[in-house]
């Protein structure tokens, strides 16, 4: 009798617009790289903007689940990050030089022509004889109204820092791992808010990430956002720079209540460090 190996078996569950990635095999720990998807399921999953959240390595430093490409070194993984992040940066300070030297009214007009670029946004004019509809309750203040890309905190105040971008040993797991974000102590419930306007392109449930929410934002930047209570946006709502998306939560992978905050620019993370304290 031939032996059968089962690579993975998976399910994918739609419901209100919330993707949910469970792993019949191993539901903690779905799924364990991209070759334990079919061509059909990777698909899907990058579709609904899923991807694996968590990069682990042996104690050769080898990358043996979610890894950018087989074989790759922590060390590797993390100077590709680095080098992504200071060239990412160097734009976004260029970015930051043109809007001071910039009129007032130019950010608006920024934020206009992204919004013709997304059909998703495309909403009927409102009568001006009508009253304005609030942006949104409530708001994170020290956040520009109609800012593009994301500057400053998701969370209210000087929330401590857990767990900074870089290569560190799971808390859960114990091996070593490459962590594309900041963690934020924050209490289950806190006020999740979008640092930039932009359109919601993932919502979702997986065992790693927990409750989990991607927004797209504009010149090629996008926030992620881990272990959430709840999240208060739908996929392909249009929201605010400033606005309340979600509320914090102990839901996935953790050790206890905090925020896993991301950055991708251009598809690729970096480390959120100087975009969080930037000033406008």
């Known amino acids: 009798m031939k032996n059968i190996r089962l690579i993975g078996v998976f399910i994918l569950i739609v419901s209100s617009g919330t993707l949910q990635a469970a792993s019949l095999l191993q539901p903690t720990s779905f799924p364990k790289t991209a070759e334990d998807l079919s061509f059909i399921q990777d698909v899907q999953l990058q579709q609904d903007g899923y991807e694996p959240w968590e990069t682990l390595y042996d104690t050769d430093g080898r990358c043996i689940s979610g890894c950018l490409y087989p074989g ?3 060390d590797e993984d993390i100077r590709i990050a680095q080098e992504h992040t200071a060239q990412a940066w160097a734009r976004a300070q260029q970015y930051l030089n043109q809007q001071q030297s910039q009129n007032a ?3 608006v007009q920024q934020i206009s022509e992204f919004v013709q670029s997304a059909h998703e946004w495309t909403q009927p004019q409102q009568p001006l004889s009508q009253p304005v509809k609030p942006r949104c309750s409530p708001v994170n203040s020290s956040i520009p109204e109609n800012q593009i890309v994301p500057f400053g905190m998701p969370l209210l105040g000087n929330p401590r820092i857990t767990s900074r971008f870089g290569s560190r040993i799971h808390p859960v797991t114990g091996q070593p791992s490459t962590h594309k974000g900041v963690d ?6 806190t006020s999740v808010f979008s640092p930039a306007s932009g359109i919601v392109s993932s919502v979702w449930t997986d065992s790693s990430c927990g409750n989990g929410l991607k927004i797209k934002h504009g010149n090629k930047y996008e926030t992620v956002y881990c272990h959430l209570s709840k999240v208060t ?7 605010e720079a400033g606005c309340k998306v979600a509320e914090t939560g102990n839901s996935g992978r953790t050790t206890g209540p905090h925020l896993h905050y991301g950055i991708k620019e251009d598809g690729e993370y970096v480390d959120p460090q100087n975009w969080v304290n930037a000033k406008r």
């Open 72 to 74: 790759i070194t922590i």
């Open 105 to 107: 009214e130019q950010p």
């Open 184 to 189: 934020f102590s924050a209490s289950i419930g």
């Open 233 to 239: 946006v739908r996929k392909g709502e249009r929201v």
